[in-house]
């Protein structure tokens, strides 16, 4: 059965201090992973998306990068402006449906 | 460009009323879902159209149906609401469909007493 676990489910952070986020998961043959942004209220906002093991994506101070069991998202000098709950999310092979497989997130406080 | 859209962002049913959740997109997607949001559960994928014409089952359909109605729109229609309906509920599109990136709506909160 595909999963996703991800840790910590919350982690507080003072600003500028760097730290990484863990989704670790199991799927029958991994088709995309997917970061997602929460903000209390709303939808998920789309982040990143990666497909093979060592691959890497930026995206100012976020980069998520992906082994064949898990990926991580590295928060450089975090802001306050990044706390929101990170959702990470898998697609497998055997899915013809789209279906994405989420994580429970991790809850982001940044401390100015 | 609005994106996803959704309507009502709240809505408050007593058990046994119906009705219908409103989705657009106006990204010219082909594939659109349902899916909720529960404490400890995370999001699970109630319905989902490929493409206009076709829907099928997610993980959790029951006590659901849902319209295609053209490319923009998808709606999901609760007949009979049930207090384990209770959840935010988001709608999502894709350009193609099982490969592609899914964007998602602001959701409707719904509480079903």
């Known amino acids: 059965e595909d999963q996703v676990t991800q840790s910590p489910e919350a982690l507080r952070l003072q600003e500028g201090e760097s730290s990484s986020l863990n989704c670790s998961y199991t799927?029958?043959?991994?088709?995309?992973l997917f970061w997602y942004r929460q903000d209390p209220g709303k939808g998920p906002e789309f982040l990143f998306t990666?497909?093979?093991a060592g691959e890497e994506k930026e995206k100012e101070r976020l980069k998520a990068t992906l082994t064949k069991k898990e990926s991580f998202l590295h928060i450089t000098a975090p802001k306050p402006e990044d706390s929101a709950t990170y959702l990470c999310?898998?697609?497998?092979?055997?899915?013809?449906?789209?279906?994405?497989?989420f994580g429970q997130g991790t809850t982001l406080q940044v401390k100015p | 460009n609005a994106g996803v859209t959704q309507t009502p962002k709240f809505q408050v049913l007593k058990t046994g009323q119906s009705m219908t959740l409103q989705c657009a997109q106006d990204?010219?997607?082909?594939?659109m879902y349902w899916y909720r949001q529960d404490p400890g559960m995370g999001l699970r994928l109630i319905y989902y159209?490929?493409?206009?014409?076709?829907?099928d089952k997610g993980e959790v359909p029951n006590g659901y149906n849902v319209s295609r109605l053209n490319k923009r729109e998808f709606s999901l229609r609760l007949e009979s609401a049930a207090p384990s309906q209770t959840s935010v509920y988001f709608c999502?599109?894709?350009?193609?469909?099982?490969?592609?990136?899914?964007?998602f709506g602001p959701g409707t909160r719904l509480t079903v007493l």
């Open positions: 159209s490929a493409s206009e014409g076709t829907t």
């Open positions: 990204m010219n997607h082909n594939s």
């Open positions: 990666l497909y093979s």
């Open positions: 799927v029958s043959g991994l088709r995309g």
């Open positions: 999502a599109s894709s350009p193609q469909g099982a490969t592609d990136t899914q964007y």
């Open positions: 999310a898998v697609q497998g092979r055997s899915s013809n449906t789209g279906k994405l497989i």
